[in-house]
């Protein structure tokens, strides 16, 4: 079997993940929590970095989801 074929890119660090440019695929998963409750956001995010996502994006789509990522980042 041969290996896949993968287009050149340009590296970005989130966090200290870097995705692009090489690096190893990182699994990726999406909230799908209000983001504006931000204790079952952050209970989201811990049960999917404990089933092995690396990184986890949430929706800031409101003035309410941007005031709670602090919130959701503390804990």
């Known amino acids: 079997m041969q290996g896949i074929a ?5 590296g970005v660090r989130v966090g200290g993940i870097l995705v692009g440019a090489g690096a190893p695929v990182v699994v990726q ?14 209970q989201q995010v811990r049960e999917l970095a404990e089933a092995g996502s690396e990184l986890v994006r949430i929706t800031v789509n409101t003035p309410e989801a941007a005031a709670a990522v602090p919130g959701i980042v503390r804990r």
Request: proline share 0%; no cysteine; net charge neutral.
């Open 29 to 42: 998963s999406m909230a799908n929590t209000d983001t504006e409750n931000a204790a079952a956001t952050a």
């Open 6 to 10: 993968r287009r050149q890119t340009v």
